[in-house]
């Protein structure tokens, strides 16, 4: 009786297609699809090996994986892998259909995409200004360097630790992860971390001071020191801050907010506030 072979992927596969995904997940990102021609960019060479080249089962590969997709491309990495692991199952004649795959990529970009835009740009981007920031502000170009070189590491460690385990683990494990509830508590720990850091930026490097003083018949009267000081240190560098989060929250436009801000700004020195 003839064993028929099994089609499988290599790790050499896996890591050409991560760093595919890694450098090409927004490549002609659309409002239509989002990165939908980035996934058919990043999975092609893993399909063809498995369904060969111009078959109908590789044309329909091709079709389902030009859904509209979108996610946060490191986090998000190992639905690409899980979905690599499907195929393969696919592929290999196991009880795979197409609605399946399409439904766990659905299923699970959104989720992933909060957790992954959390640690990212609510935690590690600004930890690692927090590092680099004084030094960049005093003129050292080790500053920027350092910076890149943090983002650059965590950037692909985290994105290849994910995409792998999305492949090896496929979609049992994710499951499991996800259901546990341990991703909830990392994206909290992380949000919690990153808004003491941005706390303590803002502390640092937001400057805003009332130059105002008062001629009183008991001598001068400085208003930063005696009042604003006296209430809360930094509480006009906060009151910036938190009116610019109320009106981000509330989607003003981004012009809208630094025309807001330039307009206190120059009213304010006009007349001497600050």
């Avoid at 890149?148 to 492949?167: C, D, N, P």
């Avoid at 341990?182 to 994206?187: E, F, P």
Wanted: net charge positive; glycine share 12%.
């Amino acid at each position: 009786m003839e064993t028929i072979e099994k089609k499988r992927l290599s790790k050499k596969d896996i890591i050409k297609s991560y760093l595919i995904w890694t450098f090409f997940s927004h490549s002609t990102y659309n409002y239509e699809r989002m990165q939908a021609s980035g996934v058919l960019h990043t999975l092609a060479p893993s399909l063809e090996k498995l369904y060969g080249k111009e078959t109908q089962e590789l044309k329909d590969a091709c079709k389902r994986h030009m859904e509209f997709f979108n996610t946060e491309p490191n986090v998000g990495g190992c639905i690409l892998g899980i979905t690599l692991a499907l195929e393969e199952q696919k592929a290999n004649g196991e009880d795979v259909d197409e609605e399946m795959i399409s439904s766990i990529k659905t299923g699970l970009m959104g989720p992933l995409a909060g957790i992954g835009d959390t640690i990212w740009q609510g935690t590690l981007s600004p930890i690692a200004l927090g590092i680099i920031l004084g030094m960049a502000k005093a003129g050292n170009f080790l500053g920027p360097i350092i910076y890149l070189i943090i983002i650059g590491v965590v950037l692909f460690g985290l994105g290849y630790l994910s995409y792998t385990k999305g492949y090896y683990m496929g979609r049992e494990g994710i499951g499991k992860i996800i259901g546990s509830g341990l991703l909830n508590k990392v994206t909290e720990k992380a949000t919690i971390v990153g808004a003491t850091v941005l706390g303590g930026l803002v502390a640092s490097y937001v400057t805003v001071s009332c130059g105002l003083k008062l001629n009183l018949s008991t001598g001068t009267l400085d208003v930063q020191t005696a009042v604003f000081d006296s209430i809360l240190k930094g509480i006009l560098p906060l009151g910036i801050t938190l009116l610019t989060v109320f009106m981000l929250r509330k989607k003003v436009n981004v012009n809208i907010i630094l025309l807001v801000l330039i307009l206190i700004g120059t009213v304010g020195t006009l007349i001497g506030f600050f």
